[in-house]
Each structure stands twice: as C-alpha cells, then as structure tokens.
C-alpha cells in the first residue's frame, strides 16, 4: 500500500462549526504533515508530526488544531474558521521520523474545504 | 535565504512537442535536496524526482528527463514529445541539510496545458 488516504474529499461548514479532517498512510512512515493549499499558490506547511511527537507548527491559528493518534494517522481539528480558511488541505508523509531532509513526501489527494 | 523560482507561471503547447519548465534555486547550504511534483487537477501532489547537491548526473525516465545544473543553480525538467495528460502544475522544490524538519520550499509552479 503505497498511498496516502484523505477525508472527507470535500467539507462545506458555517463559521461556527467544528469538524475534522482525516488522513491515513500505512506505508510506515514516521514523518506526516499537514499543508494547506489555495488557488493557483504552493503548498503553505501548516504542522509536521515526528514519531508521533509535534516537531513543526508554523505559527498556525489556534483554530486549527493538529491530533497523531498513531504512527498511521493524521488529524486535523477545525473549530470557528473564517471564510479565508477555504483551501485544499493536504496530507503528507515520508519515510523518517524527523523529517529528515532527503526523503521524498508522499501526499494524499487532499480535502477541499469551504467556510461559509 | 533560500528560494526558488519558476519563472514560467503558464505554459501552453500542442501533443508531441518537446516543453522544459525552468527552476533556479537559491541556497547558502552546500548539500541539499532538489524535486519535482505533479499536481494534475485531481489535486494530489506526485513525487517525480529527487536530486542531491553532489550528484549533477542528468537523469532521464521515460519521456521525462531533468538537467541539473549547479553552476547556475538550476534545475529544469523537459518533457519530450508531450501528451494531454502531462496537463498539470508542476512545483520544483528545496529542502536543505541542515534545515529542520525536512520543510520543502516550493517555487511557484507551472500550470502546463497540453492541448490535443
């Protein structure tokens, strides 16, 4: 199995909702991470997990609220977005723990996310 | 600081010509990684290259090949004899040795049309 799963695919939610986002790797990967992506722009790295640890939050809201339950999967906890919030959301993993800078990362086909 | 630019924002062609996308990099790091990812409409981020600073050896898979020059800091993929599902954003991205957590640093990307 050599893929990343993400869900839901698409998630439309009012300001004032909570929902969360779910990714899933059984390749073994010890790195996962968490970007988000708007129109036409790179991926923004939001949170990377090492061994199941946060190693990396780059200064994202508190709305957004990261979760590694296992070495297999990824969460991401939603709570009183913002209209601007709506992007793609992607899932990444790669093979070492510590992100380690060669490996190459392996992405899921994202959640599209709009905030109403 | 590093960075990475792609020039090309769009790129337009028929089936069967040849097309380079472009990717100059800036890095003060004398060993670093280099990639290429496929983003094609489905929106999942594909894997297609990893390039390490010590290694200039142009690589060819396929139709696909990729010239790595460190002399200029560049890094450019040319697909030869394109087809419509070569249709696509493809991002060239950084990631340095001594950069913690193996965060990639993406260029722009290029949005490659492919027409019939």
């Known amino acids: 199995d050599t893929e990343v799963t993400q869900t839901p695919k698409h998630l439309v939610m009012g300001m004032t909702n909570k929902k969360s986002l779910k990714c899933e790797q059984h390749?073994?990967?010890?790195?996962m991470y968490w970007y988000k992506q708007k129109a036409k722009k790179p991926p923004e790295l939001m949170f990377v997990?090492?061994?199941?640890?946060?190693?990396i939050n780059e200064s994202v809201p508190s709305r957004f609220s990261p979760e590694c339950p296992n070495s297999s999967l990824l969460n991401l906890h939603l709570h009183a977005l913002q209209p601007e919030d709506s992007a793609l959301y992607l899932c990444?993993?790669?093979?070492?723990?510590?992100?380690?800078?060669?490996?190459?990362?392996?992405f899921g086909p994202g959640t599209r996310l709009t905030v109403l | 600081a590093q960075k990475v630019t792609q020039a090309q924002t769009e790129i337009s062609v028929v089936e069967k010509e040849d097309v380079t996308l472009d990717c100059v990099y800036e890095?003060?790091?004398?060993?670093?990684?280099l990639f290429w990812y496929k983003q094609p409409p489905s929106g999942e981020l594909v894997f297609l290259i990893r390039?390490?600073?010590?290694?200039?050896q142009n690589e060819i898979s396929g139709r696909y090949s990729w010239n790595f020059q460190k002399s200029t800091s560049s890094f450019n993929f040319t697909i030869t004899a394109s087809q419509v599902v070569d249709s696509a954003v493809y991002f060239c991205?950084?990631?340095?040795?001594?950069?913690?957590?193996?965060?990639?640093?993406f260029g722009q990307g290029t949005e490659l049309s492919v027409k019939p």
């Open positions: 990444a993993s790669s093979q070492e723990g510590l992100a380690v800078s060669y490996n190459e990362q392996f």
């Open positions: 390749m073994g990967h010890r790195a």
């Open positions: 991205a950084l990631s340095e040795v001594y950069n913690q957590g193996g965060k990639l640093i």
């Open positions: 890095t003060r790091d004398t060993t670093y990684y």
């Open positions: 390039r390490n600073s010590f290694d200039e």
């Open positions: 997990y090492s061994y199941e640890k946060l190693s």
